[in-house]
């Protein structure tokens, strides 16, 4: 399984951005995907997520109302949509994906539940 993320860029405080994850080999749909984001000097910290089945999300606190996940399984493809951007979300963003996900597993929000990584994308928030 490989993911390309890609989206990042240089946006204002208050803008919109959309990154995505391509995924190719395995079967999308039967994976739970994630996004995390690492800025620099920090540790990796979980941003969002889907199961498999797309019924489950979940978001960390600092971006609950702000970013929504998605997924496209006909495209193989997972979308962060973050929008009112703050200078705090620069980060390089990552995909993840779960690619032991059963039907019933809901979205993880913990790295180690995800096997596979892409590259990162990066975001620059400023002010």
């Known amino acids: 399984v490989q993911l390309q993320a890609s989206g990042g860029g240089l946006v204002q405080a208050g803008d919109s951005v959309t990154v995505s994850c391509a995924a190719s080999g395995g079967t999308f749909s039967r994976f739970g995907m994630g996004w995390f984001r690492q800025a620099p000097g920090k540790e990796r910290d979980f941003v969002a997520a889907?199961?498999?089945?797309?019924?489950?999300?979940r978001y960390a606190e600092a971006v609950k109302g702000r970013f929504t996940i998605s997924r496209d399984n006909a495209r193989k493809t997972a979308y962060l949509q973050m929008r009112s951007l703050k200078p705090e979300d620069t980060a390089t963003y990552y995909c993840?994906?779960?690619?032991?996900?059963?039907?019933?597993?809901?979205?993880?929000?913990?790295?180690?539940?995800?096997?596979?990584w892409g590259q990162g994308t990066l975001v620059t928030v400023s002010s």
């Open positions: 889907i199961s498999r089945s797309g019924g489950d999300t």
């Open positions: 993840a994906a779960d690619v032991t996900a059963i039907l019933t597993t809901g979205a993880q929000v913990t790295p180690r539940s995800y096997e596979y």
